[in-house]
């Protein structure tokens, strides 16, 4: 029992250390990188940031992310609200959780100390790959909460050595269930497979409609024991409209597209799926090649396991891309399944005369493993280069350093998602639509935010381009900044109010 214990407790502090050394290197949230710069981040940490201020998102910051997620960068803010590093630590967390899920689920199939080399290679795959984006996507912080529920689903169908998870189990599934669903719910594809599946097994294969149901209700209760707080938060600030307005009807109406017909959303898998795997081929090929060989491989997994893995990637494929195509980083759930890979290529490694089971040469595979997951980041993250910026070199500290020598107390980044400017500067929002989001209506819901422009309420305001942009006729230009984003150079303006 002590050996156990101790092996449990290396193989967590391995997959901490390989979960922080990857998303040190590939993840523009860590502290080896100047900030973050990418919108999507720096909207969740500026709405985070103002709810411990007492702002309210939906009703008084506005975007169309799962509340939870912004719940998470108030928390993160709490570490530090002048630097991501808070946030870096709930990747590293994440991160930890997802690599210690995978480790088990290679383990159900392959020895323990040959799974243990995987880690970093499973790090080094899903991180450095251009659908982790920038780092601190919604995908990226749920990835840990789908592997778990992965990892279940196979314990489950094992063709040997099955465990069927008891009510406690499916309840911390729907907790899980309920967690993705209040980030992003097109991510929710997952568990709706996983709870079907097991369902469906327990009334036509067990014969038994009643565990069906009990099974059913525990589900559900983990999903209402997540989603009561998060409808409490909301109901105490009166903005329950606000919540159910934007996170459901706009996104359903602005935000996804409705099919045209019934084949759509294939196509948009077909054609999605087939641009995840061609910007994506490592950690797509080993999801590819563990899930043919789960699927075809004899003495792994019983039919009924076989049924709900391929049930698992169909919908969750499904739920991403049955709206949209989306952007590049919307397939990155999928990684769940690279790990799975690395099944069958273990079992070529047990051909091998070398016994890995000797600490000495257990101890130098994993160094190998993580010195070649360095290398693969390293060299394949397209993060790497930002890097060697300096901070004090980067446009939002330069704009940053006027406007507190100035005493702006009010900005407006107008006209482009968040960059970072209210994160340098330090000033919050004062105005519901601070930046420009991704939803189809901006124009609609940019009115407001003219009209107040037209009023100078705003100290400071900065553009994503040269000159003004519509009417800025209270504003002078002070200075225009050329930085990098997302590959293209970009001119960066601040203007600052007459008068």
């Known amino acids: 029992m002590e050996t156990s214990r101790k092996r449990q407790l290396f193989a967590a502090l391995w997959c901490l250390l390989c979960a922080a050394a990857a998303l040190a290197v590939c993840s523009r949230s860590s502290p080896l990188y100047p900030t973050n710069d990418w919108g999507d981040a720096n909207i969740y940490f500026t709405i985070g940031r103002g709810m411990l201020e007492g702002l309210v998102p939906y009703r008084d910051l506005l975007d169309h992310k799962g509340p939870l997620l912004y719940f998470l960068h108030a928390a993160a803010a709490l570490v530090?609200?002048?630097?991501?590093?808070?946030?870096?630590?709930?990747?590293?967390?994440?991160?930890?959780?997802?690599?210690?899920?995978?480790?088990?689920?290679?383990?159900?199939?392959?020895?323990?100390?040959?799974?243990?080399?995987t880690v970093p290679l499973v790090a080094g795959a899903v991180y450095s790959s251009p659908a982790f984006a920038q780092g601190d996507s919604a995908e990226e912080l749920c990835l840990p909460l789908l592997a778990f529920?992965?990892?279940?689903?196979?314990?489950?169908?094992?063709?040997?050595?099955?465990?069927?998870?008891?009510?406690?189990?499916?309840?911390?599934?729907?907790?899980?269930?309920?967690?993705?669903?209040?980030?992003?719910?097109?991510?929710?594809?997952?568990?709706?497979?996983?709870?079907?599946?097991?369902?469906?097994?327990?009334?036509?294969?067990?014969?038994s409609f009643s565990s069906a149901l009990k099974a059913c209700g525990a589900f559900l209760g983990g999903m209402a024991a997540v989603s009561v707080p998060v409808l409490a938060y909301f109901a105490?600030?009166?903005?329950?409209?606000?919540?159910?307005?934007?996170?459901?009807?706009?996104?359903?109406?602005?935000?996804?597209d409705a099919p045209s017909n019934w084949t759509v959303p294939f196509y948009n898998m077909a054609v999605s799926g087939l641009s995840t795997l061609t910007s994506n081929p490592v950690w797509m090929g080993l999801a590819l090649l563990g899930g043919a060989?789960?699927?075809?491989?004899?003495?792994?997994?019983?039919?009924?396991?076989?049924?709900?893995?391929?049930?698992?990637?169909?919908?969750?494929?499904?739920?991403?891309?049955?709206?949209?195509?989306?952007?590049?980083?919307?397939?990155?759930?999928?990684?769940?399944?690279?790990?799975l890979g690395f099944v069958p290529l273990l079992s070529l490694l047990r051909r091998l005369p070398l016994r890995f089971e000797a600490p000495r040469l257990a101890a130098a595979g994993c160094a190998v493993c993580l010195a070649a997951s360095l290398a693969l980041e390293a060299l394949a993250s397209p993060n790497v280069s930002f890097m060697a910026l300096k901070k004090e070199d980067l446009v939002q500290t330069k704009f940053a350093a006027i406007i507190q020598a100035e005493g702006g107390e009010s900005l407006l980044n107008y006209g482009f998602l968040d960059g970072g400017f209210y994160l340098s500067s330090g000033i919050l929002p004062s105005c519901r639509f601070f930046c420009r989001t991704n939803l189809s209506n901006w124009e609609e819901l940019e009115q407001p935010?003219?009209?107040?422009?037209?009023?100078?309420?705003?100290?400071?305001?900065?553009?994503?381009?040269?000159?003004?942009?519509?009417?800025?006729?209270?504003?002078?230009?002070?200075?225009?900044?050329?930085?990098?984003?997302?590959?293209?150079?970009?001119?960066?303006?601040?203007?600052?109010?007459?008068?």
């Not at 870096?88 to 243990?116: D, I, Q, R, Y």
């Not at 105490?236 to 996804?256: A, I, K, P, Q």
């Not at 003495?299 to 891309?321: D, N, Y």
């Open 80 to 117: 530090s609200d002048s630097s991501f590093f808070g946030v870096w630590l709930w990747e590293v967390a994440a991160g930890t959780a997802l690599l210690w899920f995978s480790l088990k689920s290679v383990s159900l199939f392959c020895p323990e100390h040959h799974s243990l080399l």
């Open 149 to 207: 529920s992965l990892w279940c689903l196979l314990r489950a169908f094992k063709a040997e050595g099955a465990v069927r998870p008891g009510l406690w189990l499916v309840f911390a599934n729907g907790l899980a269930a309920g967690a993705v669903f209040w980030v992003k719910y097109t991510l929710l594809g997952l568990h709706f497979a996983w709870m079907a599946c097991l369902a469906f097994w327990l009334w036509l294969g067990e014969k």
């Open 236 to 256: 105490f600030h009166n903005s329950l409209g606000d919540l159910f307005g934007t996170y459901f009807v706009t996104n359903f109406t602005s935000y996804s």
């Open 293 to 339: 060989w789960l699927l075809f491989a004899p003495r792994l997994l019983t039919g009924a396991g076989r049924a709900a893995l391929a049930a698992m990637a169909f919908f969750t494929a499904f739920f991403i891309w049955c709206g949209s195509m989306g952007w590049p980083y919307y397939g990155l759930p999928l990684a769940v399944f690279a790990p």
């Open 449 to 499: 935010v003219r009209r107040m422009v037209a009023e100078n309420a705003f100290d400071f305001i900065v553009t994503r381009e040269e000159g003004a942009l519509y009417e800025m006729e209270g504003y002078e230009l002070v200075c225009t900044e050329y930085q990098e984003y997302d590959g293209v150079l970009q001119p960066y303006s601040l203007f600052r109010a007459k008068g």
